[in-house]
């Protein structure tokens, strides 16, 4: 079993940053992308971006690329997403998700983090 808890959401003004954190703990292999996904209200829950835990690979969706970065600390067992120049629209519950998948998928994601939520206001 692997245990997500992600922290750092909040509410931001348009234009300014937020660093979330996932930290893991449980049996967490290095055969893991770890990744974040979103789900706004009314709305389906999208990829956002992933990093594979050995070597570092990363993968960003269209929206969120050259905004978001993705990293990882393995001593820590902690992922990071740092997201600058935040959008109204990037408004939502986001998930910290363990996948043996890379990039991960709804499908292939193994577990779930209780999400954490981060409104931008305009």
């Known amino acids: 079993q692997v245990q997500l808890v992600e922290s750092g959401g909040g509410l931001v003004q348009a234009g300014g940053s937020l660093r979330l954190s996932c930290a893991a703990s449980?049996?967490?292999?290095?055969?893991?992308?770890m990744g974040w996904f979103r789900q706004a209200p009314g709305k389906e829950r999208e990829f956002v971006a992933a990093?594979?835990?050995?070597?570092?690979?990363?993968v960003y969706a269209d929206s969120v690329k050259g905004r978001f970065t993705i990293s990882r600390d393995n001593a820590k067992n902690t992922v990071y997403l740092l997201m600058n120049r935040l959008k109204p629209e990037d408004t939502a519950v986001y998930y910290c998700?363990?996948?043996?998948?890379?990039?991960?998928?709804?499908?292939?994601?193994?577990?779930w983090g209780q999400g954490t939520q981060v409104t931008v206001s305009s």
């Open positions: 998700a363990a996948s043996l998948g890379m990039p991960p998928t709804i499908v292939t994601t193994n577990y």
């Open positions: 990093i594979s835990w050995s070597a570092g690979n990363t």
């Open positions: 449980g049996r967490i292999s290095s055969s893991y992308a």
